[in-house]
Nanobody, 129 residues
Framework: QVQLVESGGGSVQAGGSLTLSCRPS????????MAWFRQAPGKEREGVAA???????TVADSVKGRFTISQDNAKNTLYLQMNTLKPEDTAMYYC???????????????????????WGQGTQVTVSS
């Protein structure tokens, strides 16, 4: 059973930056895709960014140009670099992995929660105006 542990959340002012990290309990080099999702109070969980095993990435239009997803296989860590944060970015951010081959990463489209089978507990990001 793979456990995903997120870190790096916090409170920042609008325009600030944060870097989220996701550290799986075991190697996820065999993961088909890794992704970041977020959920604000009263809203559905939405995809933010994803990276496939072959290095292909996609980010949601709402964060394009501000957020970057990357992974360091040597450190077995997934990252989400978030710049120029806005109050509407406030949410719980979740790391997710697909180890079953159900993800279909499409450039220009959000990752879809139903394609991911392992989830972290989340890390809170709060952006004040």
């Amino acid at each position: 059973q793979v456990q995903l542990v997120e870190s790096g959340g916090g409170s920042v002012q609008a325009g600030g930056s944060l870097t989220l990290s996701c550290r799986p309990s075991t190697s996820t080099r065999s993961a088909y895709c890794m992704a970041w999702f977020r959920q604000a109070p009263g809203k559905e969980r939405e995809g933010v960014a994803a990276i496939a095993r072959n290095g292909l990435t996609t980010v949601a239009d709402s964060v394009k140009g501000r957020f970057t997803i990357s992974q360091d296989n040597a450190k077995n860590t997934l990252y989400l670099q978030m710049n120029t944060l806005k109050p509407e970015d406030t949410a719980m951010y979740y790391c997710a992995a697909d180890l079953l081959g159900t993800c279909e990463l499409r450039v220009g489209f959000r990752p879809r929660p139903r394609e991911y089978n392992y989830w972290g507990q989340g890390t809170q990001v709060t952006v004040s105006s």
